[in-house]
Each structure stands twice: as C-alpha cells, then as structure tokens.
C-alpha cells in the first residue's frame, strides 16, 4: 500500500472540452511526451453521450487513457476521461465520482472539476479551455489562478467550436491563447521548467 502523503505533488493538467473537442483532444495528444511527469484529465462536458474517449485516444498517445472509476489513483504519465453523468472531484490523491449536480441543461463538470483541483491538490495546476458549447470552466479559472495554477484557451479559431474557449478568455483569466498543438508543447515547457 503506497503512502498517500505525497503522491499529490506532480502536476496535473485538466482539459475540458465538449462539441468539436476530440479533435483538439487528439492534436494535444499527439503533442505530448508520454513521460510528461503530469498527470492528464480530460473533462469532456457532453452529458447525455457515454464517452468512447478512452477507446479512441490511446491510437494518439504512448500514455495509459483510462476511463475514471471511483477512487482510482492519480498518477503522472497516465491519461484519465471522466464517465458520462458524474461530477469529478479529487481528494487525497483519488478521483472522486458523485451524481452530476446539473442533470438538466449545460452541465458544468468542468468548473465543478477545476474548483475540487484547486481545494485539494497540492501539485502545480494547467487548467485547459478547449472547443465546445456553452462557457463551462470559465468560471473556475480564478480559483485555478488563484493557488498559482496556469490557464490556457485553444486559440478560437482553430477550434471546431469557439463559445468556450471564448468564455475563457472573456473571464480575463487566460494566461495563453494557442492552437492545440501549441498547448501541448507550452505545457511541456512549463512543466519541464518547474521540475
């Protein structure tokens, strides 16, 4: 049984997307060194539609992709896809899974996930806005800035679809606005300069 007392000190990276957003998922993929030291969690926001996420993207990544399940460690170098219709939270180095908190309408398990990243992770903090509907995870950007975590947008016009990117960056807490691929390779900067 491994300690828990520090396995919460790398950092993690959350990209939240939703329509338009497997394509920016797969162009940061393929960008990404499988021993980035992170770990990646994909926060995909569409509520009615079970994810095939983590059949499709380990075709682009050296990485492990698994499908989040309820106390499922966090680990660097791995990808992780949250399950349709659950909130994500983190505590103790663990995933979380609760009942989504908005069964109707645009769901916000991004924000929902981001705010539990900046309450209980000790590790640095990339928050990623990428293409979808709605502005889910704009608002959780100022508690990601806030314990010192980095924001990026994908670049609106490279996404499939802008409106939340564009929520992003309206909150005026994006640090960096890039195209996909851009992201993974500011990422990589980021996370081998804080090491």
């Given at each position: 049984?491994?300690s828990?007392?520090?396995?919460?000190?790398?950092?993690?990276?959350?990209?939240?997307?939703?329509?338009?957003?497997?394509?920016?998922?797969?162009?940061?993929?393929?960008?990404?060194?499988?021993?980035?030291?992170?770990?990646?969690?994909?926060?995909?926001?569409?509520?009615?539609?079970?994810?095939?996420?983590?059949?499709?993207?380990?075709?682009?990544?050296?990485?492990p992709?698994?499908?989040?399940?309820?106390?499922?460690?966090?680990?660097?170098?791995?990808?992780?896809?949250?399950?349709?219709?659950?909130?994500?939270?983190?505590?103790?180095?663990?995933?979380?899974?609760?009942?989504?908190?908005?069964?109707?309408?645009?769901?916000?398990?991004?924000?929902?996930?981001?705010?539990?990243?900046?309450?209980?992770?000790?590790?640095?903090?990339?928050?990623?806005?990428?293409?979808?509907?709605?502005?889910?995870?704009?608002?959780?950007?100022?508690?990601?800035?806030?314990?010192?975590?980095?924001?990026?947008?994908?670049?609106?016009?490279?996404a499939k679809?802008?409106?939340?990117?564009?929520?992003?960056?309206?909150?005026?807490?994006?640090?960096?606005?890039?195209?996909?691929?851009?992201i993974?390779?500011?990422?990589?900067?980021?996370?081998?300069?804080?090491?």
């Open positions: 049984m491994k828990k007392s520090n396995t919460n000190s790398f950092p993690v990276v959350c990209v939240g997307g939703s329509a338009g957003g497997l394509d920016a998922y797969i162009r940061f993929l393929k960008h990404l060194p499988a021993n980035i030291g992170a770990a990646i969690v994909i926060v995909n926001h569409l509520r009615t539609v079970a994810t095939s996420l983590h059949q499709i993207l380990p075709n682009y990544t050296k990485m992709v698994e499908l989040i399940s309820e106390k499922l460690d966090i680990e660097p170098n791995h990808v992780y896809i949250i399950p349709s219709k659950r909130d994500l939270h983190v505590l103790n180095g663990e995933f979380r899974l609760k009942p989504i908190s908005k069964p109707w309408g645009w769901p916000d398990v991004i924000t929902v996930f981001m705010n539990s990243l900046a309450n209980n992770w000790d590790g640095k903090l990339i928050a990623v806005i990428v293409s979808g509907y709605d502005g889910d995870g704009a608002d959780a950007l100022k508690s990601i800035k806030d314990v010192g975590g980095i924001t990026i947008a994908q670049k609106p016009d490279t679809q802008p409106d939340m990117p564009e929520s992003a960056i309206a909150s005026g807490y994006v640090d960096f606005v890039l195209s996909s691929e851009d993974a390779k500011k990422i990589t900067l980021i996370i081998d300069n804080q090491l």
